[in-house]
């Protein structure tokens, strides 16, 4: 009899399928260094771990993929190497364009505002007291993808009556820390970066001082349209329902909140404005 017990148990055992692990990879691009954001991004990861394990009863793990630069990162959610991932307004509105199927997860909540600002920055013994000062000046930006370090700058620049043309050279460098450490060295005579990369270089001492503030959307969290329907959904209602202070603190904002296409509408304005390039 207890032979045949364990042998009922046994096959019981064989034909129940083992609950397999939900692998998710979440990708970023390296708008600053990669081993900072490393340090930034993973302790969110975990707690995204832990709330959608709970939520979907099964094991979830999360591996994080860093871009080398913000077109790889944008080809990679198209090409559904990434799962879900964290971009800039403007590598969102490209990546919906490519494919309309992403899914738009949630933005991140800065002081309980989805707006943040970028800075136009200088030396901090420079003569350029605005930007009015920049013509016949060197700029550096960042990635010709990024919001702020491309987009927002240029068009706050023609707002103001500087073109392209006017300046004596730009150039795009890529990371916001790169674009800071140039003007900082004096590679450049300005340029535009996020202001959190701005105040953490001028806490470490770099010498640089801002003449122009403007506004951006703060960033969406967004799903490849490759992914199953119920991880999305669990992990939007997961995002949304963070308040671990720990991972919050580390990515420097308080929370996220529901997002719609129409919250980066003035995105979209910003990258259709050519005014900067004109002749």
């Not at 709970?54 to 559904?80: A, C, F, H, T």
């Not at 505002?113 to 136009?120: A, E, L, P, R, Y």
Request: glycine letters at 6%; one cysteine or more; a positive charge.
């Amino acid at each position: 009899m207890k032979k045949y017990c364990l042998g009922l148990l046994l096959t019981f055992c064989v034909q129940q399928p083992a609950l397999a692990d939900v692998e998710l990879v979440f990708g970023i691009y390296t708008s600053d260094k990669a081993t900072a954001m490393v340090k930034q991004f993973r302790p969110m990861l975990n707690v995204i771990e832990t709330k959608m394990t709970s939520k979907l009863g099964e094991p979830v793990q999360i591996r994080m993929q860093i871009s080398k630069n913000y077109q790889e990162g944008l080809n990679d959610l198209i090409d559904g190497k990434f799962d879900f991932a964290r971009f800039g307004p403007a590598s969102y509105i490209l990546a919906k364009e490519a494919n309309p199927q992403i899914t738009l997860l949630a933005m991140e909540s800065n002081n309980g505002s989805k707006t943040f600002n970028g800075v136009i920055c200088v030396h901090s013994n420079s003569t350029i007291e605005s930007v009015n000062d920049l013509k016949g000046k060197s700029f550096a930006f960042g990635d010709e993808n990024s919001t702020i370090g491309r987009y927002l700058s240029q068009a706050y620049l023609a707002q103001h009556s500087i073109i392209s043309k006017q300046l004596e050279h730009y150039s795009y460098l890529g990371r916001h820390d790169k674009v800071g450490t140039a003007v900082a060295t004096e590679q450049f005579d300005a340029g535009a970066l996020k202001e959190n990369t701005f105040k953490k270089l001028v806490k470490k001492g770099a010498p640089l001082k801002a003449i122009a503030y403007f506004e951006n959307v703060t960033k969406p969290w967004i799903a490849s349209a490759t992914l199953d329907e119920k991880i999305t959904i669990s992990l939007q209602e997961t995002l949304l329902s963070i308040t671990d202070p720990n991972a919050l603190k580390a990515i420097k904002k308080d929370g996220f909140l529901l997002a719609t296409d129409s919250d980066y509408k003035k995105i979209r304005m910003a990258m259709a404005d050519t005014q900067f390039f004109n002749e």
